[in-house]
């Protein structure tokens, strides 16, 4: 089968809190479906496996230039990653990224956070970005910084309790992830700071 | 992480144990248990099972079920991974290898080498519960 196609081009990937998508440029062919296969080689295949290459069935003969490759880099090594393009018969040579990728480069974001207080206590709502997401959440005294205290959330659960809190001053809270497998954090969110009322939630 | 490898092994444990015929034997598991092993020589022996599972395991364990092969290779590249790690233990003597471990992981080849390649491959992959279960009781 001559190669009658070009092989997909700007072939990247756009990684951001562990979530991986693979993208291309669309290989145009005038009133033709262009279909696209993807496949990955991880480290081991690399160097145990002879270099053999896995095709990711959800992105087999697709029309998308996007590939959801989340699944199949599941590890902190680097891999390899490929497209080619198929019209009818024809069928073009392999696309391959340039340069590996490794997940531990994925870009981290501040959690998105809300921080309630319920009468005297000081509550905080924590997004849900997936098992492999842990929060080290900070909170203090406004005006007393130097008492800061802190608080790692492994799970997230619908609320987390974080104290009680006196009448009076406003109570400050921001927060950043954490993710084990590639032993890095985010930023950290937003401060928001809240004050206790007699049971009512105020916000600042 | 090993809680990767755990979610990737669990994911086919049921398929991969099913391709194993052969219930008498253990690769891991036979005359003793992993579990009789000294504190001493963990490091040790996880260093050497993790070597073995790279080195021998792994790339006989093709299926022409695509989703298992690409649940054996997350595994395989996450033990890859940790494999690195415990190396580097080992090239700083933080993972010394007694006699006793020695002896254990011994053991483990002569089974392993007991069988054919690919059913010895097969039942090391369905096995790796025990590995996971003996490494997390050890932490």
């Not at chain 1, 974001?109 to 309630?116: C, G, R, Y």
Request: proline content about 3%; glycine content about 4%; some cysteine.
């Amino acid at each position: 089968e001559d190669a009658l196609l070009p092989a997909p081009q700007n072939i990247s990937i756009l990684s951001t809190n562990m979530k991986h998508f693979l993208t291309w440029s669309p290989v145009i062919v005038q009133g033709e479906t262009v279909r696209y296969s993807v496949e990955f080689q991880g480290e081991y295949e690399r160097e145990y496996a002879n270099e053999s290459w896995i095709p990711i069935c959800e992105c087999s003969l697709i029309t998308a230039t996007v590939c959801n490759i989340t699944d199949d880099i599941s590890a902190t090594v680097a891999y390899n990653l490929r497209v080619r393009a198929d019209v009818g018969v024809g069928r073009s040579e392999w696309g391959t990224l340039e340069g590996f990728f490794n997940r531990i480069t994925t870009s981290l974001t501040p959690p998105l956070m809300k921080v309630i207080a319920d009468g005297y206590h000081l509550l905080v709502e924590l997004e849900d970005m997936g098992p492999a997401f842990q929060f080290c959440v900070l909170y203090w005294k406004k005006g007393q910084e130097s008492r800061m205290q802190r608080k790692v959330v492994k799970e997230v659960s619908s609320v987390v309790h974080l104290d009680a809190m006196e009448a009076g001053p406003d109570y400050c809270v921001k927060a950043q992830t954490y993710v084990e497998a590639i032993n890095r954090s985010s930023s950290f969110s937003q401060t928001q700071c809240v004050r206790a009322q007699g049971g009512r939630s105020v916000w600042l | 992480s090993v809680t990767e490898i755990r979610s990737g092994f669990t994911a086919i444990k049921a398929n991969i144990q099913a391709r194993d015929p052969i219930r008498t034997l253990s690769i891991l598991s036979y005359p003793h248990s992993l579990h009789r092993v000294k504190s001493s020589d963990r490091c040790c022996i996880t260093h050497h099972l993790f070597n073995f599972y790279v080195d021998k395991v792994f790339k006989h364990c093709k299926t022409e079920d695509s989703y298992v092969n690409r649940k054996i290779s997350s595994i395989a590249n996450s033990f890859l991974s940790v494999k690195r790690k415990l190396g580097q233990c080992h090239e700083q003597n933080k993972c010394m290898c007694g006699q006793e471990s020695a002896k254990k992981f011994k053991q483990i080849l002569v089974n392993y080498e007991g069988l054919n390649v690919t059913s010895a491959a097969i039942k090391s992959l369905g096995e790796l519960d025990i590995l996971l279960d003996w490494m997390e009781k050890s932490r």
